[in-house]
């Protein structure tokens, strides 16, 4: 089955990341989603049973903390701009922040785990959304940056419903931003005047759908968008070739606009059928060396076109389980609208 050979890699990288991985020291809690989500989809969190409080605790000590509560969040690894005296205390300084995208890793997996998200300074963490948000609508990944796009708008958006709590967020100018952000063709792009995009898309519209929003677009056009990116696998753009993480972008974009019926799901099967490997886990395509992302995006689009049996059901707005979803209604003082 295409979901059992991916357990391979991901019980091997929870117990020690490999080298390739050096560069993204300062997105761990990113690594860790991955990892803890296939998991999760596949219903085997029982395997790290006896180290699930040493996983919530270690990603608790990725919080970040100021006075007053004036800013809040997780940073993305535990030595992220981290300086030390002569006595081995640790220091802050400028560069230590947290980061909109570590934030939502870190919720995610939190729930993952079963915890109630007791621990997370909500009130830290509405008052670092205020902090990021642009006079257009859009997001910044952290206070020191100049990146502003829909990437960040999103894991806004989903920090804000997971904590029951919009006030970080000035709504109707996100709701602009990302109505602009729609191209001529009905695909999003990640900023304004851009080429739409298969992340982007769903960016855009797992937002409008955590804001119960989406009928602030033509679904039906963006929908026609999404399903002629299918060759055999989805690409996330017009001429460009498929790539495995696709199936979860592309997927749950069209799964969040009620078209998954309409999707070919026999080549799809084989294309991902090739782009499974001998060491466990997915590559972006045929004959590429797994990882991570690219393993996780692939279980999650087999859940959400239910092309293989035993895995959990998707939540594609927030990418997460349905059964992790059930822990955000009844362990976190969550009331449902």
Known sequence: MLAEVDQKLVLACLKMIPQQYISADTSRLTLTLFALGQLDLTKNLKEIEISRANWIDWIYAHQYLTENNQNGGFRGGLFSGHKFDKNGNYKKDEYDLPHIAMTYAALLSLLILGDDLGRVNKTGVI??????????????????????????VFCAC??????????????????????????????????????????????????????????????????????????DGFRGRINK????????????????????????????????????????????SENCHPDLLHSY?????????????????????????????????????????
């Open 127 to 152: 008052n670092g959304l205020k902090l990021l948000q642009s006079e257009n609508g859009s997001f910044k990944p952290c206070e020191d940056s100049r990146e502003f796009d829909l990437r960040f």
């Open 158 to 231: 989903a920090i804000s419903y997971i904590l029951n709590d919009f006030s970080g967020l000035n709504v109707n100018k996100v709701l602009e931003f990302i109505v602009k952000c729609q191209a001529y063709d009905y695909g999003f792009a990640q900023n304004l005047n851009l080429e739409s995009h298969g992340g982007s898309t769903y960016c855009a519209l797992a937002s409008l759908k955590l804001l119960n929003k989406l009928d602030l677009i033509d679904k039906k056009a963006t929908l026609l968008w999404l399903l002629k990116r299918q060759e």
């Open 241 to 284: 070739p498929p790539d495995t993480c696709y199936t979860f972008w592309i997927g749950a974009s069209i799964s969040m606009l009620e078209g998954t019926k309409f999707v070919d799901t026999v080549p799809l099967k084989t294309f991902l059928e090739c782009c499974k490997t001998k060491y466990g886990g997915f590559g972006k």
């Open 297 to 337: 995006m692939t279980i999650a689009g087999l859940s959400i076109f239910g092309i293989e049996e035993g895995l959990d059901d998707l939540n594609c707005e927030l990418n997460l389980s349905k059964n992790s979803f059930e822990t955000l209604k009844n362990s976190c003082n969550w009331n449902l609208s």
